[in-house]
């Protein structure tokens, strides 16, 4: 199934696993803060209490947020999800005395904040490949962007959860590693954004 928004198309598929990106508005870096990882931490509980979905891989970096879920059988919902986390980080965040970007008159008619993007991105999982792939982009996504010269080094990520299970090796996704050798992992990392 595909859903129409204005001229952006969504895949939907009941029970599917899902890759998905959140941006701040502005690259503001206010994920990664206390204020910030607590709100964002109970907004996603809420969320799973009231549209329950499996939380597969996740990392946190201030401006940006990659996460992969498993959706329920049956339910396609993730568009319902997102906004309503969106939604209500922004609610919490400006509650709590955080600060917005900038809001243009039109975002202001439109009742739009300058906390998160408005749009997200999203990634319907193809296979095992692909899945393997994400969740490499995932956990390498701090050191790509220098925040970390390890996937350990990061304290926000579900690395972490795999490392233990003995899905990645403990150096993996070291920065001092070729970009090629990282497939000691899942797979190798995802090319893309």
Known sequence: MVQRMSNWRRVLVPGGTYAFTL????RAPILTSPVGRSILRQV?????????FDIVAVVLLPDHL????????????????IGWIKKEFTK????GGGAEQPVSASRQR??????????????????E???????DYIHY????????????DWPWSSFHRYRQAGVYPEDWGCIALEFGDLSDGCGE???FG
């Open 110 to 127: 439109h009742r739009r904040r300058g906390v998160l993007q408005r749009k997200f991105w999203e990634h319907c999982i193809r296979g």
């Open 44 to 52: 996603l509980c809420d969320c799973r209490r009231t549209w329950p």
């Open 189 to 191: 990392p995802g090319g």
């Open 92 to 95: 919490a965040w400006l509650a």
């Open 129 to 135: 490949a692909d899945l393997c792939s994400h969740l």
């Open 141 to 152: 996504n701090p050191v790509k962007h220098g925040y970390a010269t390890c996937a350990r």
């Open 66 to 81: 990659h996460t992969l879920w498993r959706l329920p059988t049956g339910d396609c919902a993730y568009p319902r999800r």
């Open 23 to 26: 941006v701040t508005e502005g």
